[in-house]
């Protein structure tokens, strides 16, 4: 059978209604283009963004339903609170954006990251634009977890998360929330669910609730020291959330 896809011109970033994304595979919408900074943020202002495997032309998605995160009610599980309290980890914000990003692609076999060198470039030029963000996770000196991902207003779409030690990235994503929903973050959206996103506290949104709510919030600022460099957590020093 056939697939007719939009194909999107270089020279504008258009791009077709997310309500026009096929039904199998789930969310795929359009093809082509380029990873723009500037292309990739109209993107996930309208519930796009990019994913593509080795030897593929460049695929924009936008899935239904759609796996979110609410930070103002989220609570890590009693084990990884449990955990924390006697883990020595440092978790910042901002401070090795790079490297995170270059650890989520490291850490995955070739079959399964799509963070590719022309997606890896992408992202960090969208960090020296200050709309791409990461949370990082510290043991002494080494870097042993993460995220990252983009600021719409006070939506974060959620990329990617790797954990190198025990609980890491979760322990990001929960000192994460609690930080965001402090500064007026109201949505996380991770994308697609699946079972680890699950057991995290993700549920799902349908399209037509998951863009209403991009709609009103991506026009809804933070607090202003929001994304600036700091740290969320110092061992034997910082409560927990």
Not at 82 to 89: D, E, L, S, T, W
Not at 174 to 189: P, Q, R, T, V
Not at 197 to 212: I, N, W
Request: glycine share 6%.
């Amino acid at each position: 059978m056939a697939i007719y896809l939009y194909e999107l011109s270089s020279s504008d970033y258009w791009f077709p209604y997310p309500e026009d994304a096929m039904d199998d595979p789930n969310g795929l919408l359009a093809f082509g283009g380029d990873l723009h900074p500037e292309r990739i943020f109209a993107a996930y202002q309208q519930g796009i963004f990019p994913w593509f495997g080795p030897q593929e032309p460049i695929l924009w998605w936008s899935p239904a339903p759609r796996a979110v995160f609410d930070p103002v009610s989220y609570r890590p599980s009693r084990s990884v609170r449990k955990f924390q309290r006697k883990a020595q980890y440092t978790v910042t914000l901002n401070r090795a954006t790079s490297s995170v990003i270059a650890n989520c692609a490291s850490t995955r076999s070739t079959e399964e990251t799509w963070l590719n060198e022309d997606m890896i470039k992408a992202y960090i030029r969208l960090s020296e634009q200050g709309i791409c963000h990461s949370v990082e996770v510290w043991r002494g000196s080494e870097l042993v977890g993460g995220l990252y991902g983009l600021c719409i207003g006070q939506m974060f779409c959620g990329e990617s998360m790797f954990s190198t030690q025990d609980n890491a990235s979760k322990i990001a994503l929960w000192y994460f929330c609690h930080h965001f929903a402090l500064h007026g973050g109201k949505l996380i959206d991770c994308q697609v669910m699946n079972d680890h996103l699950l057991s995290l506290g993700a549920f799902e949104l349908d399209r037509e609730t998951y863009l209403t709510q991009l709609e009103k919030l991506r026009a809804q600022p933070l607090l202003k020291d929001c994304f600036t460099m700091q740290t969320l957590r110092e061992p034997n020093i910082s409560r927990d959330p």
